[in-house]
Protein backbone atom coordinates (compact mmCIF):
# COMPACT_ATOMS: atom_id res chain seq x y z
CA UNK A 1 0.00 0.00 0.00
CA UNK A 2 1.62 3.43 -0.88
CA UNK A 3 1.66 6.29 1.40
CA UNK A 4 -1.22 8.08 -0.53
CA UNK A 5 -3.53 4.91 -0.14
CA UNK A 6 -2.38 4.76 3.90
CA UNK A 7 -3.18 8.59 4.04
CA UNK A 8 -6.42 7.92 2.64
CA UNK A 9 -7.55 5.08 4.57
CA UNK A 10 -6.62 6.70 7.84
CA UNK A 11 -8.49 9.40 7.03
CA UNK A 12 -11.81 7.25 6.69
CA UNK A 13 -10.92 5.22 9.99
CA UNK A 14 -13.06 5.83 12.71
CA UNK A 15 -12.19 6.51 16.19
CA UNK A 16 -14.02 3.78 17.92
CA UNK A 17 -16.83 2.18 17.66
CA UNK A 18 -20.40 4.38 18.23
CA UNK A 19 -21.76 3.46 21.61
CA UNK A 20 -25.54 2.22 21.49
CA UNK A 21 -28.29 3.16 24.35
CA UNK A 22 -30.07 0.54 26.34
CA UNK A 23 -33.11 2.08 25.00
CA UNK A 24 -31.12 0.64 21.04
CA UNK A 25 -31.08 -2.86 22.55
CA UNK A 26 -34.29 -3.22 23.91
CA UNK A 27 -36.72 -5.87 22.67
CA UNK A 28 -40.67 -5.97 22.40
CA UNK A 29 -40.27 -9.20 24.59
CA UNK A 30 -37.59 -9.23 27.30
CA UNK A 31 -34.71 -11.51 26.84
CA UNK A 32 -31.64 -12.47 29.02
CA UNK A 33 -28.33 -11.18 27.78
CA UNK A 34 -26.49 -12.41 24.83
CA UNK A 35 -23.43 -14.22 26.22
CA UNK A 36 -20.11 -13.85 24.14
CA UNK A 37 -21.61 -12.10 21.60
CA UNK A 38 -23.18 -8.52 21.34
CA UNK A 39 -27.19 -8.00 20.83
CA UNK A 40 -26.62 -7.12 17.19
CA UNK A 41 -24.29 -10.21 16.89
CA UNK A 42 -27.41 -11.64 17.65
CA UNK A 43 -29.71 -9.85 15.69
CA UNK A 44 -27.47 -10.76 12.55
CA UNK A 45 -27.55 -14.19 13.44
CA UNK A 46 -31.46 -14.86 13.43
CA UNK A 47 -31.37 -13.16 10.18
CA UNK A 48 -29.18 -15.22 8.66
CA UNK A 49 -30.59 -17.92 10.04
CA UNK A 50 -34.32 -17.35 8.94
CA UNK A 51 -36.37 -19.30 6.52
CA UNK A 52 -37.07 -15.83 5.13
CA UNK A 53 -33.79 -15.08 3.93
CA UNK A 54 -33.69 -18.62 2.50
CA UNK A 55 -35.98 -18.07 0.27
CA UNK A 56 -34.52 -15.13 -1.16
CA UNK A 57 -32.57 -18.10 -3.19
CA UNK A 58 -35.32 -18.64 -5.28
CA UNK A 59 -36.24 -14.87 -5.72
CA UNK A 60 -36.07 -12.79 -8.67
CA UNK A 61 -33.00 -9.58 -8.76
CA UNK A 62 -33.34 -8.65 -12.39
CA UNK A 63 -33.26 -12.25 -14.52
CA UNK A 64 -35.14 -15.27 -12.80
CA UNK A 65 -32.43 -17.51 -10.35
CA UNK A 66 -32.88 -20.64 -13.04
CA UNK A 67 -31.04 -18.00 -15.82
CA UNK A 68 -27.31 -18.81 -16.69
CA UNK A 69 -25.27 -20.30 -14.37
CA UNK A 70 -24.57 -17.40 -12.27
CA UNK A 71 -27.45 -15.23 -11.84
CA UNK A 72 -28.08 -12.66 -9.26
CA UNK A 73 -30.97 -13.51 -7.17
CA UNK A 74 -32.29 -11.76 -4.20
CA UNK A 75 -29.99 -13.81 -1.42
CA UNK A 76 -26.76 -13.16 -3.77
CA UNK A 77 -27.51 -9.02 -4.13
CA UNK A 78 -28.82 -9.06 -0.45
CA UNK A 79 -25.57 -10.74 0.79
CA UNK A 80 -23.59 -7.95 -1.55
CA UNK A 81 -25.60 -4.86 0.22
CA UNK A 82 -24.80 -6.22 3.69
CA UNK A 83 -20.90 -6.19 2.73
CA UNK A 84 -21.04 -2.99 0.92
CA UNK A 85 -22.88 -1.30 4.14
CA UNK A 86 -20.81 -3.09 6.53
CA UNK A 87 -17.88 -1.39 4.73
CA UNK A 88 -19.80 1.59 5.00
CA UNK A 89 -20.69 1.73 9.06
CA UNK A 90 -16.93 0.59 9.74
CA UNK A 91 -15.44 4.00 8.09
CA UNK A 92 -18.14 5.61 9.82
CA UNK A 93 -18.00 3.79 13.36
CA UNK A 94 -21.14 2.60 13.32
CA UNK A 95 -21.74 -1.08 14.60
CA UNK A 96 -21.05 -3.25 11.47
CA UNK A 97 -22.85 -6.18 12.34
CA UNK A 98 -26.12 -3.66 12.52
CA UNK A 99 -25.12 -2.24 9.28
CA UNK A 100 -24.73 -5.94 8.06
CA UNK A 101 -28.19 -7.06 9.50
CA UNK A 102 -30.21 -3.98 7.41
CA UNK A 103 -28.13 -5.19 4.24
CA UNK A 104 -29.36 -8.71 4.60
CA UNK A 105 -32.78 -8.09 5.61
CA UNK A 106 -33.74 -5.44 3.42
CA UNK A 107 -35.29 -7.15 0.43
CA UNK A 108 -37.29 -10.30 2.75
CA UNK A 109 -40.37 -8.00 1.90
CA UNK A 110 -40.31 -8.94 -1.74
CA UNK A 111 -42.09 -11.77 -3.33
CA UNK A 112 -41.41 -13.76 -6.16
CA UNK A 113 -40.37 -12.14 -9.35
CA UNK A 114 -39.21 -9.01 -7.53
CA UNK A 115 -40.67 -5.83 -8.10
CA UNK A 116 -42.71 -6.97 -11.00
CA UNK A 117 -44.13 -9.45 -8.62
CA UNK A 118 -44.62 -6.32 -5.88
CA UNK A 119 -46.57 -5.06 -8.59
CA UNK A 120 -48.83 -7.55 -8.82
CA UNK A 121 -49.13 -8.07 -5.55
CA UNK A 122 -50.45 -4.69 -5.18
CA UNK A 123 -53.24 -5.11 -7.33
CA UNK A 124 -54.32 -8.73 -5.44
CA UNK A 125 -54.00 -6.41 -2.54
CA UNK A 126 -56.16 -3.48 -3.38
CA UNK A 127 -58.71 -4.65 -0.20
CA UNK A 128 -56.64 -4.67 1.81
CA UNK A 129 -54.31 -1.76 1.88
CA UNK A 130 -52.19 -2.57 -0.73
CA UNK A 131 -48.58 -4.19 -0.85
CA UNK A 132 -45.12 -2.71 -0.02
CA UNK A 133 -42.02 -4.77 -0.58
CA UNK A 134 -40.37 -2.70 2.61
CA UNK A 135 -43.36 -2.53 4.92
CA UNK A 136 -43.82 -6.83 4.13
CA UNK A 137 -40.44 -7.09 5.77
CA UNK A 138 -41.46 -4.86 8.86
CA UNK A 139 -44.22 -7.82 9.04
CA UNK A 140 -41.76 -10.73 8.43
CA UNK A 141 -39.35 -9.51 11.03
CA UNK A 142 -41.48 -8.70 13.74
CA UNK A 143 -44.73 -10.91 12.98
CA UNK A 144 -44.86 -13.85 10.48
CA UNK A 145 -40.82 -15.24 10.83
CA UNK A 146 -41.66 -18.20 13.72
CA UNK A 147 -39.26 -17.46 16.35
CA UNK A 148 -40.90 -15.56 19.81
CA UNK A 149 -44.02 -15.45 20.99
CA UNK A 150 -45.36 -13.05 23.74
CA UNK A 151 -48.82 -13.02 25.90
CA UNK A 152 -51.65 -11.30 24.12
CA UNK A 153 -55.45 -10.88 23.89
CA UNK A 154 -57.03 -14.17 23.16
CA UNK A 155 -53.37 -16.41 23.24
CA UNK A 156 -50.07 -15.99 22.21
CA UNK A 157 -49.08 -13.58 19.62
CA UNK A 158 -45.75 -13.58 17.60
CA UNK A 159 -43.31 -11.34 17.15
CA UNK A 160 -41.44 -12.15 14.64
CA UNK A 161 -37.56 -12.41 15.52
CA UNK A 162 -38.17 -10.14 18.52
CA UNK A 163 -34.69 -8.20 17.38
CA UNK A 164 -33.74 -4.83 19.20
CA UNK A 165 -34.90 -1.31 18.85
CA UNK A 166 -31.94 -0.32 16.71
CA UNK A 167 -32.34 -3.50 14.37
CA UNK A 168 -35.99 -3.00 13.25
CA UNK A 169 -35.12 0.79 12.80
CA UNK A 170 -32.29 -0.10 10.60
CA UNK A 171 -34.16 -2.31 7.99
CA UNK A 172 -36.71 0.25 8.38
CA UNK A 173 -36.45 2.47 4.97
CA UNK A 174 -39.44 4.45 4.90
CA UNK A 175 -40.59 5.04 8.75
CA UNK A 176 -44.21 6.06 8.40
CA UNK A 177 -47.19 4.23 7.27
CA UNK A 178 -49.52 4.94 4.12
CA UNK A 179 -50.06 8.35 3.22
CA UNK A 180 -50.38 10.69 0.21
CA UNK A 181 -48.14 11.85 -2.04
CA UNK A 182 -45.86 8.54 -1.93
CA UNK A 183 -46.26 5.13 -3.06
CA UNK A 184 -43.08 4.11 -0.62
CA UNK A 185 -44.09 3.39 2.85
CA UNK A 186 -42.38 1.24 5.46
CA UNK A 187 -45.90 -0.39 8.28
CA UNK A 188 -48.86 -1.50 6.88
CA UNK A 189 -51.93 0.39 9.42
CA UNK A 190 -52.68 -2.62 10.97
CA UNK A 191 -48.97 -2.93 11.66
CA UNK A 192 -48.45 0.71 13.31
CA UNK A 193 -48.16 0.08 16.53
CA UNK A 194 -44.89 -2.01 16.28
CA UNK A 195 -43.64 0.63 13.98
CA UNK A 196 -44.25 3.53 16.78
CA UNK A 197 -42.52 0.78 19.27
CA UNK A 198 -39.22 0.92 16.88
CA UNK A 199 -39.07 4.78 16.50
CA UNK A 200 -39.71 5.57 20.33
CA UNK A 201 -37.15 8.24 20.87
CA UNK A 202 -36.54 8.97 17.20
CA UNK A 203 -36.57 12.44 15.79
CA UNK A 204 -39.70 12.82 13.27
CA UNK A 205 -39.52 10.64 10.39
CA UNK A 206 -35.55 10.96 9.68
CA UNK A 207 -34.31 7.51 9.43
CA UNK A 208 -31.30 6.64 11.54
CA UNK A 209 -27.99 6.32 10.07
CA UNK A 210 -27.49 2.44 9.74
CA UNK A 211 -31.07 2.72 7.84
CA UNK A 212 -29.73 5.48 5.35
CA UNK A 213 -26.50 3.30 4.75
CA UNK A 214 -28.34 0.21 4.06
CA UNK A 215 -30.27 2.57 1.69
CA UNK A 216 -27.49 3.56 -0.30
CA UNK A 217 -25.75 0.29 -0.04
CA UNK A 218 -28.54 -0.98 -2.25
CA UNK A 219 -28.37 1.74 -5.03
CA UNK A 220 -24.19 1.09 -5.05
CA UNK A 221 -24.97 -2.94 -5.53
CA UNK A 222 -27.93 -2.22 -7.65
CA UNK A 223 -25.98 -0.20 -9.94
CA UNK A 224 -22.51 -1.94 -10.12
CA UNK A 225 -23.94 -5.75 -9.91
CA UNK A 226 -26.57 -5.17 -12.46
CA UNK A 227 -24.63 -3.78 -15.42
CA UNK A 228 -21.75 -6.26 -14.64
CA UNK A 229 -24.78 -8.64 -15.49
CA UNK A 230 -26.55 -6.87 -18.53
CA UNK A 231 -22.44 -7.18 -19.70
CA UNK A 232 -22.16 -10.76 -19.03
CA UNK A 233 -25.47 -11.69 -20.78
CA UNK A 234 -24.51 -9.90 -23.75
CA UNK A 235 -26.96 -7.17 -23.49
CA UNK A 236 -24.90 -3.98 -22.26
CA UNK A 237 -21.69 -2.57 -24.30
CA UNK A 238 -19.79 0.19 -22.18
CA UNK A 239 -19.01 2.00 -25.51
CA UNK A 240 -21.85 3.24 -25.54
CA UNK A 241 -21.46 5.76 -23.14
CA UNK A 242 -19.43 7.45 -26.21
CA UNK A 243 -22.43 7.95 -28.48
CA UNK A 244 -23.93 10.90 -27.48
CA UNK A 245 -27.56 10.36 -29.18
CA UNK A 246 -27.69 7.40 -26.43
CA UNK A 247 -26.15 9.27 -23.38
CA UNK A 248 -29.09 11.63 -24.27
CA UNK A 249 -31.86 8.67 -23.99
CA UNK A 250 -29.85 7.40 -21.11
CA UNK A 251 -30.34 10.36 -19.39
CA UNK A 252 -33.80 11.69 -20.31
CA UNK A 253 -34.81 8.15 -18.97
CA UNK A 254 -32.98 8.36 -15.62
CA UNK A 255 -34.39 11.53 -15.09
CA UNK A 256 -37.70 10.21 -15.43
CA UNK A 257 -37.10 6.99 -13.63
CA UNK A 258 -35.43 8.34 -10.54
CA UNK A 259 -35.50 11.70 -8.81
CA UNK A 260 -32.03 11.81 -7.41
CA UNK A 261 -30.71 13.63 -10.79
CA UNK A 262 -31.55 15.86 -13.70
CA UNK A 263 -31.08 14.88 -17.41
CA UNK A 264 -27.82 17.20 -17.35
CA UNK A 265 -25.92 15.75 -14.38
CA UNK A 266 -26.15 12.44 -15.84
CA UNK A 267 -25.03 13.99 -18.95
CA UNK A 268 -21.77 14.61 -17.42
CA UNK A 269 -21.96 11.46 -14.98
CA UNK A 270 -21.81 9.62 -18.51
CA UNK A 271 -18.78 11.75 -19.61
CA UNK A 272 -16.72 11.25 -16.20
CA UNK A 273 -17.27 7.21 -16.71
CA UNK A 274 -16.27 7.16 -20.45
CA UNK A 275 -12.96 8.45 -19.65
CA UNK A 276 -11.89 5.69 -16.96
CA UNK A 277 -9.77 3.52 -17.63
CA UNK A 278 -11.91 0.59 -16.50
CA UNK A 279 -14.48 1.44 -18.26
CA UNK A 280 -12.65 1.70 -21.49
CA UNK A 281 -11.47 -1.76 -20.99
CA UNK A 282 -14.78 -3.10 -21.42
CA UNK A 283 -15.70 -1.81 -24.54
CA UNK A 284 -16.42 -4.84 -27.02
CA UNK A 285 -16.56 -6.72 -24.17
CA UNK A 286 -15.60 -10.52 -25.00
CA UNK A 287 -15.77 -13.36 -22.17
CA UNK A 288 -12.32 -14.67 -21.92
CA UNK A 289 -10.13 -14.75 -18.96
CA UNK A 290 -8.73 -11.63 -19.54
CA UNK A 291 -12.20 -9.98 -19.92
CA UNK A 292 -13.65 -11.41 -17.16
CA UNK A 293 -10.26 -9.91 -14.92
CA UNK A 294 -11.66 -6.86 -16.48
CA UNK A 295 -15.10 -6.92 -15.62
CA UNK A 296 -14.49 -8.16 -12.04
CA UNK A 297 -11.79 -5.42 -11.73
CA UNK A 298 -14.89 -2.56 -13.21
CA UNK A 299 -17.17 -4.19 -10.64
CA UNK A 300 -15.00 -3.61 -7.26
CA UNK A 301 -13.47 -0.12 -7.91
CA UNK A 302 -16.82 1.01 -8.85
CA UNK A 303 -17.96 0.08 -5.50
CA UNK A 304 -14.87 1.83 -4.54
CA UNK A 305 -15.42 4.82 -6.33
CA UNK A 306 -18.94 5.24 -4.60
CA UNK A 307 -17.98 3.99 -1.01
CA UNK A 308 -15.70 6.17 0.09
CA UNK A 309 -16.33 9.63 -0.88
CA UNK A 310 -19.81 9.00 0.77
CA UNK A 311 -17.62 7.88 4.27
CA UNK A 312 -15.25 11.57 3.79
CA UNK A 313 -18.37 13.17 2.62
CA UNK A 314 -20.12 12.19 5.78
CA UNK A 315 -17.04 13.14 8.25
CA UNK A 316 -16.40 16.37 6.48
CA UNK A 317 -20.06 17.59 7.49
CA UNK A 318 -20.45 15.62 10.72
CA UNK A 319 -17.09 15.05 12.32
CA UNK A 320 -14.56 11.92 12.31
CA UNK A 321 -17.16 10.03 15.21
CA UNK A 322 -17.78 7.57 15.70
CA UNK A 323 -21.58 7.82 14.49
CA UNK A 324 -24.39 6.29 14.70
CA UNK A 325 -28.22 6.05 15.13
CA UNK A 326 -29.01 9.66 15.09
CA UNK A 327 -25.69 11.35 15.39
CA UNK A 328 -25.00 11.81 11.74
CA UNK A 329 -26.93 11.55 8.15
CA UNK A 330 -24.97 9.99 5.45
CA UNK A 331 -23.59 12.40 2.68
CA UNK A 332 -23.28 11.56 -0.69
CA UNK A 333 -22.01 14.36 -3.70
CA UNK A 334 -24.29 15.08 -5.84
CA UNK A 335 -21.64 14.16 -8.99
CA UNK A 336 -20.90 10.55 -6.73
CA UNK A 337 -25.08 10.10 -6.77
CA UNK A 338 -25.48 10.58 -10.70
CA UNK A 339 -22.74 8.19 -11.43
CA UNK A 340 -25.04 5.67 -9.54
CA UNK A 341 -28.00 6.66 -11.13
CA UNK A 342 -26.33 6.36 -14.21
CA UNK A 343 -25.77 3.18 -13.91
CA UNK A 344 -29.30 2.06 -12.52
CA UNK A 345 -30.55 3.83 -15.62
CA UNK A 346 -28.48 1.82 -17.91
CA UNK A 347 -29.68 -1.28 -16.18
CA UNK A 348 -33.27 -0.35 -16.62
CA UNK A 349 -32.69 0.43 -20.32
CA UNK A 350 -30.78 -2.45 -21.45
CA UNK A 351 -32.57 -5.05 -19.78
CA UNK A 352 -36.00 -4.78 -17.64
CA UNK A 353 -37.11 -2.44 -20.98
CA UNK A 354 -35.73 -5.07 -22.97
CA UNK A 355 -39.29 -6.48 -25.02
CA UNK A 356 -39.04 -10.69 -24.22
CA UNK A 357 -38.08 -9.31 -20.80
CA UNK A 358 -41.33 -7.25 -20.71
CA UNK A 359 -43.10 -10.16 -22.03
CA UNK A 360 -42.17 -12.55 -19.29
CA UNK A 361 -42.91 -9.91 -16.69
CA UNK A 362 -46.58 -10.21 -18.02
CA UNK A 363 -47.03 -13.82 -17.64
CA UNK A 364 -45.54 -13.83 -14.15
CA UNK A 365 -47.94 -10.84 -13.30
CA UNK A 366 -50.72 -13.25 -14.45
CA UNK A 367 -49.68 -16.33 -12.30
CA UNK A 368 -49.63 -14.53 -9.22
CA UNK A 369 -53.03 -13.43 -10.19
CA UNK A 370 -54.22 -17.30 -10.52
CA UNK A 371 -52.54 -18.00 -7.64
CA UNK A 372 -54.09 -15.51 -5.30
CA UNK A 373 -57.53 -16.84 -6.42
CA UNK A 374 -56.94 -19.80 -6.10
CA UNK A 375 -55.83 -19.58 -2.08
CA UNK A 376 -58.52 -17.33 -1.45
CA UNK A 377 -60.92 -19.51 -2.61
CA UNK A 378 -59.52 -22.21 -1.05
CA UNK A 379 -58.60 -21.09 2.57
CA UNK A 380 -57.57 -22.06 4.99
CA UNK A 381 -56.97 -25.54 3.59
CA UNK A 382 -54.54 -23.58 0.93
CA UNK A 383 -52.43 -21.87 3.25
CA UNK A 384 -49.15 -23.03 5.37
CA UNK A 385 -50.38 -24.04 9.15
CA UNK A 386 -48.12 -21.41 10.38
CA UNK A 387 -50.63 -18.60 8.64
CA UNK A 388 -53.99 -20.53 9.24
CA UNK A 389 -54.60 -19.13 12.87
CA UNK A 390 -53.97 -15.33 11.09
CA UNK A 391 -57.20 -16.71 8.63
CA UNK A 392 -59.61 -18.09 11.46
CA UNK A 393 -59.11 -14.95 13.85
CA UNK A 394 -59.45 -12.27 10.99
CA UNK A 395 -62.56 -10.43 11.83
CA UNK A 396 -63.18 -9.15 7.69
CA UNK A 397 -62.43 -9.98 4.39
CA UNK A 398 -59.84 -7.52 4.00
CA UNK A 399 -58.14 -9.31 6.83
CA UNK A 400 -58.69 -12.79 5.18
CA UNK A 401 -56.87 -11.16 1.75
CA UNK A 402 -53.93 -9.87 3.81
CA UNK A 403 -53.06 -13.33 5.38
CA UNK A 404 -53.61 -14.72 1.26
CA UNK A 405 -51.23 -11.85 0.61
CA UNK A 406 -48.79 -13.06 3.09
CA UNK A 407 -48.87 -16.40 2.09
CA UNK A 408 -47.72 -15.20 -1.63
CA UNK A 409 -45.11 -12.97 -0.19
CA UNK A 410 -43.20 -16.20 1.15
CA UNK A 411 -43.55 -18.31 -1.77
CA UNK A 412 -40.15 -18.86 -3.35
CA UNK A 413 -41.04 -18.63 -7.41
CA UNK A 414 -40.33 -22.34 -7.87
CA UNK A 415 -43.07 -22.99 -5.24
CA UNK A 416 -45.59 -20.43 -6.83
CA UNK A 417 -45.25 -21.88 -10.03
CA UNK A 418 -45.46 -25.36 -9.03
CA UNK A 419 -49.28 -24.43 -7.64
CA UNK A 420 -49.64 -22.86 -11.16
CA UNK A 421 -49.14 -25.87 -12.64
CA UNK A 422 -51.16 -27.83 -10.10
CA UNK A 423 -54.22 -25.29 -10.61
CA UNK A 424 -53.74 -25.83 -14.52
CA UNK A 425 -54.02 -29.42 -14.11
CA UNK A 426 -57.19 -29.30 -12.48
CA UNK A 427 -58.56 -27.03 -14.51
CA UNK A 428 -57.95 -29.36 -17.51
CA UNK A 429 -59.37 -32.23 -15.56
CA UNK A 430 -62.54 -30.64 -14.99
CA UNK A 431 -62.41 -29.35 -18.62
Given at each position: MSQ ?143 KVV ?198 VRY ?81
Amino acid sequence: MSQDDEAREAAVRPQGVAKYSPRDVERMVPEPPATRRTEFERDRARVLHSAAIRRLADKTQVVGPGDGDIPRTRLTHSLEVAQIARSIGSGLGADMDLCDLAGLAHDIGHPPYGHNGETALAEVAAGCGGFEGNAQTLRILARLEPKVVADGEGGTVSVGLNLTRAALDAATKYPWTPREGTSKFGAYPEDAGILAWIREGAPGERRSLESQIMDYSDDVAYSVHDVEDAILAGRLDMAILDDDAEVTELAALGARHFSDCDAPELERAAETLARSSAVRKLHHYEPGFTGLVDLKAFTSGMVGRFVAPAIEATQERFGPGPHCRYSADLVTAPEVLAEVVLLKTMAVRYVMLDPGHRSRQDRQRDRIHRVADYLLGAAPASLDPALVPGWESAGSDAERLRAVVDQISLYTESRLERIDRQIAGVSAAWG
